[in-house]
């Protein structure tokens, strides 16, 4: 779909171009769809819901986005006025149904150079709420900017439906790629960024590739090549892109012991979550102390950027080299303190950082030294203004990165949820459920002994693995 009446053209920006960088390790566009729903106790009026949208449409730039292809370039406009005629609405008899129907929209390609972008469905569950589903390009949007569409969305159904004022406005999407376009201040900042990261993340050595199910891939991968030291495996296979999507739920009574120790001593759940993954991986990858997590940064740090959809989230390489001297409460600390320093230099664009990578590990596009990509969504019951909602994410048949982590805490039971999306051909369910409970095992260690060292914890977890 290419602009037709005068519409300004853009090129992508740097959040946009780590979509662009993805799609050239699969062939299915689906791996950069980001499909998600909201569904609410109370019954919504899908007719005014449907009004709601097309208002949201015009006041949220980046539903109007659209992209095409220049040569061998790909730009971007945004139609200045756009309309959904008609939003299917769909009603469910079982949890099944619901799920089925919908991972098979999710996986579903969008016709993105067509001009399909996104697709919304609204629903009735089986148990009687009302759902949004929207499946969108992540060319348009990231996982913020999807809960921004469904808080505003929701805000201008109630002024619709009460007859009261519309919201304040949201921010231009097309503000910021257009301060984005030719700053030269800007691309010499992120240069000078960039060197202080580079550093920073090839540290004294190569980092270690560690899978859920152990060093068995690295293992086979030495053979085939005949390199004994290989410890970056073939991952990014475009034709072996297949992925299975496994949700697993912490019990209440784990998930309690969890947030007491994170209310005790006034630490993040991203950081335990991540400490209890990090863990666990080396006590399956042969206490291999030093992993590289590609890690979601939101990169919205200005009030204008925080009510902005569109995509401006990008991955962060966070490496961390763990001793097994080092107590879980420390290790705790020094990630709360990587932490800070990946956020003072998160505007550097992931091509920059990958680049690097292939750069200064001597890798070839196929390898990887990145163990998974992990993102904490921190739900709460006020992200609706005290809706009660249930979150839903799907599998979108096909991803890049060998297993995609994404946890969070449902607002209403507290109970910490584990989504695993995985690459069949690296890992099976097996593989993910024993890991999971390795998990579970290690941060249970870790909070219940925070002064236990990360060497005492792996030999607990190892020993009990199946």
């Not at 579903?108 to 929207?134: A, M, N, P, W, Y």
Request: net charge neutral; glycine share 4%; aromatic share 12%.
């Amino acid at each position: 779909m290419k602009p037709k009446n005068g519409e300004t053209v853009y090129r992508l920006i740097h959040s946009q171009e780590m979509v662009q960088y993805m799609w050239r390790y699969t062939l299915h566009m689906q791996a950069t769809q980001i499909p998600v729903s909201i569904a609410f106790e109370e019954p919504l009026d899908f007719r005014i819901l449907a009004r709601a949208v097309n208002v949201e449409i015009a006041r949220n730039d980046c539903l109007r986005l659209r992209i095409f292809r220049s040569g061998l370039k790909i730009k971007q406009f945004f139609l200045k006025v756009y309309q959904l005629e008609k939003i299917p609405c769909v009603t469910f008899t079982s949890k099944e149904d619901q799920e089925t129907y919908l991972d098979r929209d999710a996986s579903r390609k969008l016709d993105v150079f067509g001009g399909e972008c996104f697709r919304i469905i609204f629903f009735q569950t089986h148990d009687g709420k009302s759902g949004i589903f929207l499946n969108v390009s992540h060319m348009m949007m990231d996982f913020v900017a999807t809960f921004i569409f469904f808080r505003d969305l929701m805000a201008v159904y109630d002024a619709l439906k009460n007859g009261t004022d519309l919201p304040k406005p949201l921010s231009k999407y097309e503000d910021i790629i257009r301060n984005e376009q030719n700053n030269p201040a800007l691309e010499a900042r992120l240069k000078k960024e960039g060197a202080v990261l580079d550093d920073w993340v090839v540290m004294d050595r190569r980092p270690k590739f560690c899978l859920m199910n152990g060093q068995g891939v690295v293992d086979r991968h030495s053979r085939l090549v005949h390199k004994k030291d290989l410890n970056m495996p073939f991952v990014y296979m475009p034709l072996n892109d297949a992925t299975h999507l496994l949700k697993l739920h912490l019990s209440q009574e784990d998930s309690q012991k969890i947030s007491d120790f994170l209310d005790a001593n006034n630490v993040s759940a991203e950081l335990v979550l991540q400490l209890g993954l990090r863990t666990c991986l080396s006590a399956y990858n042969r206490h291999a102390n030093d992993s590289l997590f590609w890690v979601l940064c939101p990169r919205r740090k200005t009030v204008k950027e925080k009510r902005c959809g569109g995509t401006l989230a990008s991955p962060m390489p966070w490496r961390e080299i763990l001793p097994e001297t080092l107590t879980f409460r420390d290790a705790l600390t020094q990630l709360e303190d990587t932490q800070a320093f990946l956020f003072r230099h998160s505007d550097v664009p992931f091509t920059t950082i990958r680049t690097s990578e292939l750069k200064r590990f001597h890798m070839t596009l196929l390898q990887s030294c990145n163990s998974m990509m992990f993102s904490y969504l921190p739900l709460n019951e006020k992200t609706f203004g005290g809706r009660r909602f249930e979150f839903s994410g799907y599998n979108f048949g096909h991803y890049v990165m060998p297993v995609y982590t994404i946890a969070t805490r449902d607002p209403w039971t507290g109970c910490f949820v584990f989504s695993y999306i995985h690459r069949l051909w690296l890992t099976e369910d097996a593989d993910v459920l024993q890991f999971h409970d390795g998990v579970v095992r290690t941060l249970l260690a870790g909070i219940e002994d925070p002064d236990k060292t990360l060497g005492k914890i792996m030999e607990e977890v190892s020993c009990c693995r199946n």
